[in-house]
């Protein structure tokens, strides 16, 4: 069984990691309104779709551990297509979130990616030594 390398389970903390504090920042961080009205979060100001926006790179950084850890209990030396494509989609949403005001998705796509490069590089192998020749003995004739 293939396990996770270090680099690939850090990768997939950081990204999971990232994606729950984006869905928590939306209740607390304040957009900048007009002096005369009162301070609102963005869940305040922009409700669910906020919220479903932000938990959009949560979801994505869930799919791909859990694709990545399955792969590896099935000892597949590459990332998968689905994995890639999990990635690519959080990274290219994160692309046009650069381009508007939310951008959650960024960083969280960069992270996938790297994760699906350091888990389709080549691992070290471990290999298992055979018992049962040293359990053999050679029958001594009298």
Request: include cysteine; aromatic fraction near 10%; glycine fraction near 8%.
């Amino acid at each position: 069984m293939k396990r996770l390398n270090g680099v690939t389970a850090t990768f997939l903390s950081l990204a999971l990691l990232l994606g729950a504090a984006n869905g928590v920042l939306i209740f607390f961080t304040h957009i900048p309104v007009d002096a005369r009205l009162r301070p609102r979060t963005y869940f305040q100001a922009y409700g669910a779709a906020e919220l479903l926006l932000a938990s959009i790179g949560l979801g994505a950084a869930a799919l791909a551990s859990f694709l990545l850890y399955r792969q590896s209990k099935r000892g597949e030396p590459k990332a998968s297509r689905a994995v890639w494509a999990v990635s690519m989609t959080a990274l290219l949403l994160g692309v046009l979130g650069l381009l508007t005001v939310p951008h959650y998705l960024f960083f969280v796509g960069i992270l996938l990616i790297g994760a699906c490069l350091s888990f389709s590089a080549r691992q070290p192998s471990v290999s298992r030594i055979d018992p049962a020749p040293a359990l053999r003995t050679t029958a001594i004739s009298h």
